[in-house]
C-alpha cells in the first residue's frame, strides 16, 4: 500500500501565497512522477504542475510563473509554492504519483485525500 498526506492548505486573500506539501509512504519500489491536480466545485479535475523523472514538468498556462514545482524523489515528497493567489485557484488540490511497488510491476497512480485551498476576493 502506498499513502500520500497532503498539507499546507488554507484560507488567503487575493495576491497571497501558500505552500503545499505531499509525502509519500508504503511499499515504494521507486517513483516516476510526483504532482498536483485540483478540483473546483463543478469542474473535472485538472493537473496542475507534475514533475517526471527525465526532468520534465507539465504546467497548467494559468499558474505559469506564480506557481513552482519542486520533487524530493530521494525523500518521497514533493512541494507547490503558489504565489500571487487568484479567486479562481480556490479548490481542492490533491497529490499524484506514479508509483512501483513491485520489482515486476508498472508504475500505478496513487493519489492523495486532497487539500481545500481557499482565495478570498
Known amino acids: 500500500q502506498v499513502q500520500l498526506v497532503e498539507s499546507g492548505g488554507g484560507v488567503v486573500e ?3 501565497s ?3 506539501s505531499c509525502r509519500a509512504s508504503g511499499n515504494i519500489i521507486s517513483m516516476n512522477s510526483m504532482g498536483w491536480y485540483r478540483q473546483a466545485p463543478g469542474k ?4 496542475v ?9 507539465d ?5 505559469k510563473g ?3 514545482i519542486s520533487w524530493d524523489n530521494a525523500k518521497r515528497t514533493v512541494s507547490l509554492q503558489m504565489n500571487n493567489l487568484r479567486p479562481e485557484d480556490t ?3 490533491y497529490c499524484r504519483a506514479g508509483v512501483k511497488t513491485s520489482s515486476f510491476g ?3 497512480l496513487y493519489w492523495g485525500q486532497g487539500t481545500q485551498v481557499t482565495v478570498s476576493s
Open 106 to 108: 508498472p508504475h500505478s
Open 14 to 16: 487575493t495576491g497571497g
Open 66 to 68: 506564480r506557481f513552482s
Open 49 to 57: 504542475a507534475v514533475e517526471i523523472t527525465d526532468a520534465k514538468t
Open 59 to 63: 504546467m497548467i498556462d494559468s499558474v
Open 91 to 93: 479548490a481542492v488540490y
Open 44 to 47: 473535472d479535475r485538472e493537473l
Open 18 to 20: 501558500l505552500r503545499l
